[in-house]
């Protein structure tokens, strides 16, 4: 299967500060990503999908200047929390598009804003 | 797009007894129903998937069904063990653009196996 890291895989901020969170693709190049949050208790919402050497596509109610997808290459995405608030704390998951039917998770980072 | 309701939220059944989840969606270009177990602060883990051409699919004590006319799908483990307790997340997807396999996740059922 692919093999998927995302960095940190836990971080505490405070509030009005920005986070960066890492997402890695080790065996394999993705040309898509797909970014979820998950809060407590809660399903994974995608929020958006990034597309290497392009512009985000972002779910309906997802604010794109808030959360700043960048997909520079074909084994890293990233996805930047500016400006954070409590209301962000969340768990945060990507996943490669794959053109294969099966998913693949990275083990998520774990945000939680002060 | 794509709506998956899931039921029940919780389930609490006794080791060894069977447990079954329900799943509904909405969009018919749907073809591929993926479930996964997700323990607390990991990552989701697929556990078995069943493409629209197939009614049913086996794997050990994890059995999936699929309905494509009523749009139902469900998940069932029989022989329960408390390793089995976790949430567990049905999914419907489809493909995007580009030939990726884009997933709607249901509402999650938390299973917990009783001793």
């Known amino acids: 299967g692919a093999v998927v890291s995302q960095h940190p895989s836990w971080v505490i901020c405070k509030s009005g500060t920005s986070v960066k969170i890492e997402c890695r693709s080790l065996d394999f190049q993705a040309t898509t990503m797909f970014w979820y949050r998950q809060f407590p208790k809660q399903s994974l919402m995608l929020m958006a999908t990034?597309?290497?050497?392009?512009?985000?596509?972002?779910e309906q109610g997802v604010e794109k200047d808030k959360f700043l997808i960048n997909h520079a290459s074909l084994t890293l995405s990233t996805l930047t929390v500016t400006s954070a608030h409590p209301e962000d704390s969340s768990f945060y998951i990507c996943s490669p598009g794959l053109a294969g039917t099966s998913q693949y998770f990275g083990p998520g980072t774990r945000l939680t804003v002060t | 797009g794509e709506n998956v309701e899931q039921h029940p939220s919780t389930l609490s059944v006794q080791e060894g007894d069977s447990a079954v989840i329900k799943c509904t969606y909405s969009?018919?270009?749907?073809?591929?129903f993926p479930w996964y177990k997700q323990e607390l602060g990991k990552r989701p883990q697929l556990i078995i998937d069943?493409?629209?051409?197939?009614g049913e699919k086996k794997d050990q004590r994890i059995a999936v069904t699929l309905n494509k006319t009523a749009k139902h799908f469900s998940l069932h483990i029989t022989e329960t063990q408390p390793e089995d307790s976790a949430v567990y997340f049905c999914?419907?997807?489809?493909?995007?653009?580009?030939?990726?396999?884009?997933?709607?996740f249901g509402t999650g059922t938390k299973l917990q196996v009783i001793p």
């Open positions: 990034s597309n290497e050497g392009s512009k985000a596509t972002y």
């Open positions: 969009d018919s270009a749907s073809n591929y």
């Open positions: 069943i493409r629209s051409n197939v």
């Open positions: 999914a419907a997807s489809m493909k995007g653009r580009g030939g990726y396999q884009k997933v709607t």
